[in-house]
Structures are given as structure tokens and as C-alpha cells.
Nanobody, 121 residues
Framework: QVQLVESGGGLVQPGGSLTLSCAASGSIFSINAMGWYRQAPGKERELVAHVTSGGNTNYADSVKGRFTISRDNAKNTVYLQMNSLKPEDTAVYYC???????????????WGQGTQVTVSS
């Protein structure tokens, strides 16, 4: 019953900006960590950014200083603000959340459907 829906992907020129959103809905007791991953053709899926329930963040070295992850707990939503985009940022971006569905259950990973980000002139 838990689902994550992503939005905000698209085509942008190098140096441009995009903001991705991912909202969770369904039977949710609590959400711990939230994160964004990406996968380019022929490459492994990699962690882009991660934010804990306490607001601590981590970023891949390749995006530090350009991307910002944030969360809105009231909306069960995680965002990824992407600035100064480069062609090498082109990938399918997936959101991920560690979600507990009830107080007596552990958290499980849930994934969004993926959204395409293409950076090209």
C-alpha cells in the first residue's frame, strides 16, 4: 500500500537547474532515511544524496556544492534541488525511503518509479 511518486525530471541545458520531488503515500507509521539515487545507461546505480530523520545529509562527491537534498516530513516528501547541471548528471533518478508501516514493524526500503533527467545542449 505504500507508494512513492516522483516528479520534476526533464530536459535542461548545461548549467541549468531542476528540482525533483518524491512523495510517499499509503500506510505509513514513520519514515526514517530518505535518499536519491541515479543510474546512467551501462552504469551502476549510485547514491546521490541522503538525509536522515534528524536532518543529517550526505552527498556524492560528484554533486557536492551543486545539489541539495531536503525533506518535508508533514508531506512525506523528499526533494532534490539540482543546480549547475552537467551532461554527466544525465540519468534516471530514483527516490528511496526507509518506511515503517506500523510501530511493531521494522523499516523497509521503498523506491520511486524513476524520473529521467537529461542535461544536454
Amino acid at each position: 500500500q505504500v507508494q512513492l511518486v516522483e516528479s520534476g525530471g526533464g530536459l535542461v541545458q548545461p548549467g541549468g537547474s531542476l528540482t525533483l520531488s518524491c512523495a510517499a503515500s499509503g500506510s505509513i507509521f514513520s519514515i526514517n532515511a530518505m535518499g536519491w539515487y541515479r543510474q546512467a545507461p551501462g552504469k551502476e546505480r549510485e547514491l546521490v544524496a541522503h538525509v536522515t530523520s534528524g536532518g543529517n545529509t550526505n552527498y556524492a562527491d560528484s554533486v557536492k556544492g551543486r545539489f541539495t537534498i531536503s525533506r518535508d516530513n508533514a508531506k512525506n516528501t523528499v526533494y532534490l534541488q539540482m543546480n549547475s547541471l552537467k551532461p554527466e548528471d544525465t540519468a534516471v533518478y530514483y527516490c528511496n525511503m526507509l518506511i515503517r508501516r506500523s510501530w511493531n514493524q521494522p523499516g523497509y526500503d521503498y523506491w520511486g518509479q524513476g524520473t529521467q533527467v537529461t542535461v544536454s545542449s
